[in-house]
């Protein structure tokens, strides 16, 4: 069963630029989930769908992050304009369904790690 | 707001050792207490996990002990190995259908 794929592995940019991370969930995962991980922390939840509907996005930067998931398989994030704050590696997951169940277990992607100059 | 509080930070054991990682939570809504290991270079990924009707979980060398009225819980990792060398965070999940990971704890493990 092939893992949750990301790419790039690596971006740097300059704060002001846009940037865009791409996703693609275990096949047949309703569940997507995009976390953000600052050096030394945990990750944090920014926006999670089902499907291509947004279950959560109550921490999502809206005034300059944007998500998409439109038919309900890979996903794109985007930073438009980046700042030196949102340095840090955005990781991606998926799951078979929304609820915790032993059978929905959460499996993560290596991450894309923005450096912001 | 932190809803979930990891500890220790760091750690160091000696090979064959017992690592001891904690965490504490506040909301009672929470059902599903996993662990995640992540690696540098990789994502987190679970390894073990525990609903909040049995007190102890058991795989392997890693237990997980749930004290539901403490609203606590901890990883223990018995006979520690240079392997285990990771960082390992906490979670909680439940209500609101979303992951809350604890600040993470770095495991080091002495050969």
């Known amino acids: 069963e092939a893992g949750v794929a990301q790419s790039p592995r690596y971006k740097i940019i300059e704060k002001r630029q846009s940037v865009a991370f791409w996703c693609n969930p275990i096949?047949?995962?309703?569940?997507l989930y995009w976390y953000q991980q600052i050096l030394g922390q945990g990750p944090k939840l920014l926006i999670q769908?089902?499907?291509?509907?947004?279950?959560?996005d109550s921490q999502l930067p809206k005034d300059r992050f944007s998500a998409e998931r439109l038919k309900g398989v890979d996903s794109t994030l985007k930073i438009q304009p980046a700042k030196l704050e949102d340095s840090a590696v955005y990781l991606c997951?998926?799951?078979?369904?929304?609820?915790?169940?032993?059978?929905?277990?959460?499996?993560f992607g290596a991450g894309t790690r923005l450096s912001v100059l | 707001q932190q809803q979930v509080k990891q500890s220790p930070q760091s750690l160091i054991v000696q090979k064959g050792g017992i690592s001891i990682i904690n965490c504490a939570y506040e909301?009672?809504?929470?059902?599903?207490f996993p662990w995640y290991q992540q690696f540098p270079g990789k994502g987190p990924a679970l390894l073990i996990a525990?609903?909040?009707?049995?007190s102890e979980k058991k795989e392997g060398r890693f237990t997980i002990s749930f004290n539901k009225s403490a609203k606590q819980f901890s990883l223990h990792i018995m006979d520690s190995q240079p392997g285990d060398s990771a960082t390992y965070f906490c979670?909680?999940?439940?209500?609101?259908?979303?992951?809350?990971f604890g600040t993470g704890t770095r495991l080091k493990v002495l050969a």
């Open positions: 909301n009672t809504a929470f059902d599903y």
């Open positions: 979670a909680v999940y439940g209500g609101t259908y979303k992951y809350i």
């Open positions: 769908f089902q499907n291509n509907g947004v279950v959560d």
């Open positions: 525990i609903r909040p009707d049995v």
């Open positions: 096949s047949g995962h309703a569940t």
């Open positions: 997951a998926s799951s078979l369904d929304l609820t915790g169940l032993a059978k929905n277990i959460q499996y």
